[in-house]
Nanobody, 123 residues
Framework: QVQLVESGGGLVQPGGSLRLTCGIS????????IGWFRQAPGKEREGVSC???????RDAETVKGRFTISRDGDKNTVYLQMNSLKPEDTATYYC?????????????????WGQGTQVTVSS
């Protein structure tokens, strides 16, 4: 079991950028698949991007070419760089962890979750 804390959310104009941070404690990030998810008001939570323990990456079609997931093992941190943001990206963003190397954007495959950080894209 690991603990996750998200940060970096905020208000940004359409076309702008934000970088979300997921700080991980309790174990090394290299043993886990880390996923980013988001939930907009009135909608179900959806997978955005994930990085397996192997380093492989999967992105949702809605964010391909705009969002980039990365990790820093020295800091035990995973990032989500979000560029060309759109109003429809507005949501609470969560990071989650599952032990092992399965590359998945299915939320029920993840065991540990952070508390979320709010991203609002609006002019």
């Amino acid at each position: 079991q690991v603990q996750l804390v998200e940060s970096g959310g905020g208000l940004v104009q359409p076309g702008g950028s934000l970088r979300l941070t997921c700080g991980i404690s309790g174990d090394t990030v290299y043993y886990y698949t880390i996923g980013w998810f988001r939930q907009a008001p009135g909608k179900e939570r959806e997978g955005v991007s994930c990085m397996a323990s192997t380093g492989l990456i999967r992105d949702a079609e809605t964010v391909k070419g705009r969002f980039t997931i990365s990790r820093d093992g020295d800091k035990n941190t995973v990032y989500l760089q979000m560029n060309s943001l759109k109003p429809e990206d507005t949501a609470t963003y969560y990071c989650a962890a599952r032990y092992g190397g399965t590359l998945t954007l299915q939320e029920d495959e993840y065991e540990d979750w952070g508390q979320g950080t709010q991203v609002t894209v609006s002019s």
